[in-house]
C-alpha cells in the first residue's frame, strides 16, 4: 500500500539511492524543427518561443525520480502533458530531448531491441481502454503476452491462472470480455500487464472510464495489490481525490510543466504555486493531514488518553481526539513520545474551509 509517511530530511537521498526510474530534462515538443529550436535556446525554449515556432510544448524539461516500490502519481487537467510524459517514459512516444534512466540504462538511447526487450519484460502498462482482445477468454488475454515472449501454453496458462486468482477473477477464466463487467474487464487488463511480472508499472487513468462506485473497488483492489507486490508504479490521474488516496508521492503537470512535486500532504499545506493552491482548495484536511504535522509539543505535566502513530491521518483519529478530555500521545517510528494531539487541533482541521475565491471584478458596462 502507499506510504502515508510525511517527508523525511533524509527523503531524497533515499529516493536517489533506490532510484528505479529516472527523467533528466526531457522535452517532448510537437512540429516541424523542435530540436533545432532546442539547440538555438540553450535547451531552454521559453514558452515564447515555442509558439513564435509554431511548436506545441507537450512535455517540457521534466525532472523527477521515481524510487524502488513507491507509487508515483502524475496528475493534471486534460491537455496537461501527463499522458505525454508516460508514454516517453516507455518511449511509446519518442521525446525530442533528455533522458530516461531505467535500472542505469537511459531508454533513450537503447536500440530498439532492447527497447522491445524491456516492455516485453520488465515494464507492464495498463491504459484507460481496456483494449482487450474480444475473440479471447479471459484466461488467453492474460496470457497473450507470454505467448508474444514464446513461453510454452502449459507455462504461460499456469502464470495467467496466479494472476487471474491474484486479481480476483477465479472461476471466470472461460469468460469472454463481452461477458464481463467493466471494472471485471479492467481486471483483466490489470492481470494482463502482471502477467511478465513487471519491475515498474505504468497505468495511465486506468479507473476513469468506471462508475464511482466500481472505481473505488477498484483503487482498493490496486492497494491491496501494491500492498502484495511492492511494484513501482507511476500512476496517471486527473482525480486529485484518487492521488492522495494511492499516491506516495504527486506531480502536478500545467502546460507540459511539473510544478510541483510533493506528498499529498506537502501539496495541500505548502502548495508552491497559486494553480497548487486551487488544485488541491477542495480538499477534505483531515484526509490528508497526519498526526505529525498538527501536533504540539509534549505537556511534561499531562496524561495521555492514548497513542497515535505520527503518521496517521487525523480523519482516522478524529474520533478518538475528539472524544478524549486528555490529549493524544503522537509515536514517532521508534515508539517514543515526540509531541501530542489536543481535541482543539483536530477540530481546526475539520471545521477547516478554504479561503474563498476572490470573485474577479465584473467590467462596467458603458453607458448608452
Known amino acids: 500500500m502507499a506510504s502515508t509517511s510525511g517527508p523525511s530530511a533524509d527523503g531524497a537521498a533515499a529516493r536517489a539511492s533506490a532510484a528505479k526510474i529516472t527523467c533528466n530534462g526531457v522535452w517532448k515538443l510537437f512540429g516541424a524543427g523542435a530540436e533545432q529550436v532546442l539547440a538555438e535556446h540553450g535547451g531552454a525554449p521559453s514558452e515564447q518561443a515555442l509558439a513564435d515556432a509554431g511548436l ?64 516485453r519484460h520488465k515494464m507492464g502498462m495498463v491504459f484507460q481502454h481496456f483494449a482487450l482482445l474480444p475473440h479471447l477468454t479471459v484466461l488467453g488475454n492474460v496470457a497473450f503476452p ?15 491462472r496466479e494472476v487471474i486468482e491474484l486479481v480476483g477473477l477465479k472461476g471466470r477464466e472461460a469468460y469472454y470480455p463481452r461477458e464481463l463487467s467493466g471494472g471485471q474487464q479492467q481486471r483483466v487488463g490489470i492481470a494482463r500487464s502482471l502477467a511478465v511480472e513487471p519491475e515498474i508499472w505504468l497505468l495511465d487513468e486506468p479507473f476513469s472510464a468506471l462508475d464511482p462506485l466500481i472505481r473505488r473497488e477498484m483503487q482498493d483492489e490496486f492497494l491491496r495489490l501494491q500492498d502484495v507486490l511492492q511494484k513501482t508504479i507511476v500512476f496517471i490521474t486527473h482525480d486529485f481525490d484518487e492521488a492522495i488516496r494511492l499516491a506516495d508521492r504527486i506531480a502536478i503537470m500545467k502546460d507540459g510543466v511539473i510544478i510541483q512535486i510533493g506528498t499529498p500532504e506537502e501539496l495541500v499545506t505548502n502548495p508552491a504555486t497559486d494553480y497548487v493552491a486551487e488544485f488541491t482548495r477542495e480538499i477534505p484536511r483531515a484526509k490528508v493531514l497526519s498526526a505529525r504535522a498538527i501536533m504540539t509539543a509534549v505537556d511534561a505535566s499531562a496524561e495521555f488518553a492514548g497513542r497515535v502513530a505520527a503518521e496517521t491521518k487525523i480523519e482516522d483519529i478524529a474520533g478518538q481526539a475528539v472524544d478524549s478530555e ?24 475539520l471545521v477547516y474551509k478554504p479561503p474563498s475565491r476572490q470573485e474577479e471584478p465584473r467590467p462596467r458596462q458603458e453607458e448608452q
Open 326 to 349: 486528555a490529549p493524544l500521545a503522537v509515536i514517532g517510528d521508534d515508539g517514543a513520545v515526540i509531541g501530542q494531539i489536543t481535541a482543539e487541533a483536530v477540530i481546526e482541521v
Open 146 to 160: 507470454l505467448e508474444v515472449q514464446g513461453v510454452g501454453r502449459a507455462k504461460r496458462e499456469e502464470r495467467a
Open 56 to 119: 506545441i510544448g507537450a512535455v517540457r524539461d521534466a525532472n523527477f525520480t521515481v524510487a524502488d516500490g513507491e507509487i508515483f502519481v502524475i496528475m493534471g487537467l486534460s491537455g496537461s502533458g501527463k499522458s505525454t510524459l508516460v508514454r516517453c517514459m516507455s518511449r511509446l512516444i519518442e521525446p525530442t530531448a533528455g533522458e530516461v534512466i531505467f535500472d542505469g540504462q537511459d531508454l533513450l538511447r537503447a536500440s530498439e531491441k532492447v527497447l522491445i526487450d524491456i516492455r
